[in-house]
Nanobody, 123 residues
C-alpha cells in the first residue's frame, strides 16, 4: 500500500525556520508532481508549493522568496524549507503526490495525501 510519511513541523517564533519532509512508502511505478498544501482553522486548503518530476516548481504568492520546495527522485522524497516564518503561516501542512502504481495499473494516475503535520509560528 502506498503511503506518504511526513516529518518535521513544530513550533517556532516568527522569523524562524522549519523543514518539512515527505517520503513515499510502498511500491510505485512513477511519481509525478509532489506538493505541499496547508489548511488553517476555518480556512480552505491551499497550495503552498509544488514540484514536478522534472523539477519545475510553483509557489503560492504568499510564500515566494521564503519557502523552497525540493525533491530527491532517487529517494521518492519531497522537502519544504520554510524560512522567515510568519504567524500567518500557522497551519496543518499536508503532503500530496500524484503517482502511477506498480503492476497492471501503472498506466493510471492516482493521488495521495499525507496525514498532515502542524506548523505553529508565534509572534
Amino acid at each position: 500500500q502506498v503511503q506518504l510519511v511526513e516529518s518535521g513541523g513544530g513550533s517556532v517564533q516568527a522569523g524562524g525556520s522549519l523543514r518539512l519532509s515527505c517520503a513515499v512508502s510502498g511500491s510505485v511505478f512513477a511519481i509525478y508532481t509532489m506538493g505541499w498544501y496547508r489548511q488553517a482553522p476555518g480556512k480552505q486548503r491551499e497550495l503552498v508549493a509544488s514540484i514536478t518530476s522534472a523539477g519545475t516548481t510553483n509557489y503560492a504568492d504568499s510564500v515566494k522568496g521564503r519557502f523552497t520546495v525540493s525533491r530527491d527522485n532517487a529517494k521518492n522524497t519531497v522537502h519544504l524549507q520554510m524560512n522567515s516564518l510568519k504567524p500567518e503561516d500557522t497551519a496543518v501542512y499536508l503532503c500530496n503526490a500524484d503517482y502511477a502504481p506498480s503492476g497492471r495499473y501503472r498506466s493510471t494516475t492516482r493521488g495521495i495525501w499525507g496525514q498532515g503535520t502542524q506548523v505553529t509560528v508565534s509572534s
